[in-house]
């Protein structure tokens, strides 16, 4: 964001892009919102639809699993029609799953809008991503994805104290009720602020032929270290955010809703305040395959630092304390939100191996393996709670991470145009 317009930009207009990525990053915004919802009223939903809090968690990971299949159509879509037609139909898309939710009245048809919702919203980070990566040189596209990215996590500071508020006062149905409101604002602002543009470096070739290439791409020697380090980095961070921290905070930690609330609320302005920051250094320093293999592995400890303050284990008896504060809690949280903002990295280095024609298919591969992993993750580890609690929970998603930045810096290491 220097105030220079480079070839790119003047495609579309310097002010004219940036409204329309405000526009489309308010979509990601929603996206965030309603995932992670059931973070905050799990036990007020399990309660309702007559279910234990454990067995509505793995109904969760619907969503997750929905919206990483639906990266391979979207993808397509994107590269072949554009992506102001495409975020259209998922934001109307997302209305209805949102109104399917907030009328749920059993586990059946919370599965119902959860699949709706995975499904309306997996398109909500890869079309301000693929607006970017087109009109934008590969440099600015490393910041900006990073500022899309903290737009978009916005969304899950709106679900944190505020969303705990609307729940105890109004129930766990207003929180759906709002974010219907809140799409069809969305939906508006894109209808009026994204250009009507032909799809850049259209592709001719069968609908079924660019589905198998986004999972081409992905399977690719390019990016496969990518790919095994982004099925653990996105789910590492929304299973926490998004699933376990208001369990762990309210059960093991003893916090009230709004309190529980307060503690996410500062975790996720850390993950909004994180990808900005993010970016700016890597436009300036460079040294990416480093900072997203370090930045993992630094979230990895501390999540075993976490659970290491569990009642009972290493460092609350190295204190002789029943259990760790919330503030040690805290410290860690955030820290953990500004480790795991590196992701947006990874969709820059993407964006620097595959050529236009192919942005749209490479970045949901990526986003597709986010995704498929936020599922997979999210779905074992209510297992791994189930039989042995949440601490354990924490040190599952240490050891994944773990394994994904082996791979990575495995793969990567020979990888043609990765610094």
Not at 236 to 254: E, F, H, Y
Not at 316 to 329: I, R
Not at 406 to 413: D, E, I, K, P
Request: glycine share 10%.
């Amino acid at each position: 964001m220097d105030g220079v317009v480079t070839k790119e930009e003047a495609g579309i207009g310097f002010r004219a892009l940036v409204l329309a990525l405000l526009a489309l990053a308010s979509g990601h915004m929603l996206s965030t919102l309603l995932r992670t919802i059931p973070a905050i009223s799990l036990d007020l939903m399990a309660r309702d639809f007559g279910t234990s809090p454990q067995a509505l968690a793995s109904l969760t990971s619907i969503y997750h699993f929905s919206f990483a299949a639906s990266q391979i159509p979207v993808g397509a879509a994107m590269d072949r029609f554009g992506v102001r037609p495409v975020s259209l139909s998922l934001l109307a898309g997302t209305v209805v799953g949102t109104l399917v939710s907030a009328l749920a009245t059993g586990p059946a048809s919370f599965v119902l809008g959860q699949l709706m919702l995975g499904v309306a919203t997996s398109g909500m980070l890869m079309c301000p991503m693929t607006l970017a990566a087109k009109q934008m040189s590969a440099a600015k596209f490393g910041l900006w994805s990073g500022l899309i990215l903290s737009i978009g996590n916005i969304g899950m500071l709106l679900s944190a104290s505020p969303l705990a508020f609307v729940v105890d006062q109004f129930g766990w149905r207003a929180g759906f009720w709002v974010s219907a409101g809140f799409g069809i604002a969305v939906l508006i602002a894109v209808f009026a602020l994204v250009p009507r543009q032909p799809a850049a470096h259209a592709d001719d070739s069968s609908p079924l032929h660019q589905m198998a290439e986004v999972l081409r791409l992905g399977l690719s020697r390019g990016l496969r270290g990518l790919i095994a380090l982004s099925l653990v980095s996105l789910g590492a961070s929304l299973t926490l955010r998004g699933l376990w921290a208001g369990p762990w905070l309210m059960d093991v930690k003893g916090l009230s809703r709004i309190e529980a609330g307060n503690v996410l609320g500062l975790f996720t302005l850390a993950m909004i305040i994180g990808p900005a920051c993010i970016g700016a250094f890597d436009r300036k320093f460079g040294h990416r395959r480093t900072m997203v293999a370090a930045t993992h592995a630094i979230a990895a400890l501390l999540l075993v630092a976490m659970a290491a303050g569990a009642p009972h284990f290493p460092i609350s008896n190295l204190f002789g304390v029943a259990v760790m504060p919330t503030q040690y809690d805290l410290v860690l949280l955030v820290l953990i939100g500004l480790a795991t903002s590196a992701q947006p990295l990874i969709y820059g280095m993407t964006r620097q191996l595959v050529d236009a024609q192919n942005t749209g298919k490479a970045l949901s591969s990526v986003n597709l393996a986010f995704f498929l992993g936020a599922a997979l993750l999210q779905s074992s580890t209510a297992g791994v709670a189930a039989l042995f609690g949440l601490p354990a929970v924490l040190l599952f998603i240490a050891a994944a991470l773990a394994i994904g930045i082996v791979l990575f810096w495995a793969y990567t290491s020979t990888a043609v145009a990765i610094r």
